[in-house]
């Protein structure tokens, strides 16, 4: 997987409808564990609500989840879920709480606020699109230290580190598509002076 988009921050938004008040919470997770461990915090914060419903989707082992948490089947925990496919994200973590207030939503009405209630918390999480980056490395004399600099950005990448000894060595981080044309070019301008050396790899927001 080249890239993929996830929530930057844990965050929460709310809404009342008919008296009901339903909050959306969501936050970026690995694991199910981090996944388990969000939802029993926010059931912990919010004991005393009338449902905690949640979904989740990771990438690792491709896992979804959902739970209605007591409300009618399909009606709260699919919908959650139906939001965060629909917007193909992944390594989120939504829940969904609900303070009943005495007013039947009806089965439409219950679809529709759960899917707001995960909308609106997903997009106060800010949705971000993660890319695989490579780690590079370029050494080269102060001389050409001027042109270096100006090319990696030109190329997208971004400098993430710079030691200056007898040589000039920068380390940066650039999306994976992009590497062989920055490797191209620098071997262009350099006239085959200077190479880079992919010394590794990691997800980076793009």
């Known amino acids: 997987m080249a890239s993929y988009k996830t929530v930057k921050i844990e965050n929460q938004d709310e809404f009342i409808v008919k008296k009901s ?25 919010h004991w005393d609500a009338t449902h905690n419903v949640y979904a989740y989707v990771l990438r690792d082992g491709m896992i979804r ?19 965060l496919v629909k917007e193909d994200v992944t390594d989120v ?9 005495g007013i039947m939503l009806g089965a439409g009405g219950l679809v529709r606020a759960y899917s ?64 062989p044309f920055f490797e191209a070019r620098l071997i262009d301008v350099s006239c085959g002076k200077f190479r880079s050396e992919t010394v590794d790899e990691k997800y980076c927001e793009i």
């Open 116 to 179: 707001h209630g995960a909308k609106i918390a997903l997009d106060s999480g800010t949705v971000i699109t993660m890319s695989l980056c490579k780690i590079v490395k370029v050494k080269s004399d102060y001389n050409f230290y001027g042109r270096l600099v100006p090319l990696i950005c030109e190329e997208g990448g971004i400098i993430e580190d710079t030691e200056f000894t007898d040589n000039v060595e920068v380390t940066f981080r650039i999306p994976e598509e992009k590497l």
């Open 21 to 45: 008040r339903f909050i959306g919470y969501v936050k970026p997770v690995k694991t199910q564990q981090e996944a388990l461990d969000f939802i029993s915090q926010i059931k912990t914060k």
């Open 93 to 101: 973590c939504v829940v969904v709480t609900r303070y009943f207030g």
């Open 65 to 83: 989840r959902f739970s209605d948490d007591g409300e009618p089947q399909g009606t709260a925990g699919i919908p959650c879920l139906d939001v």
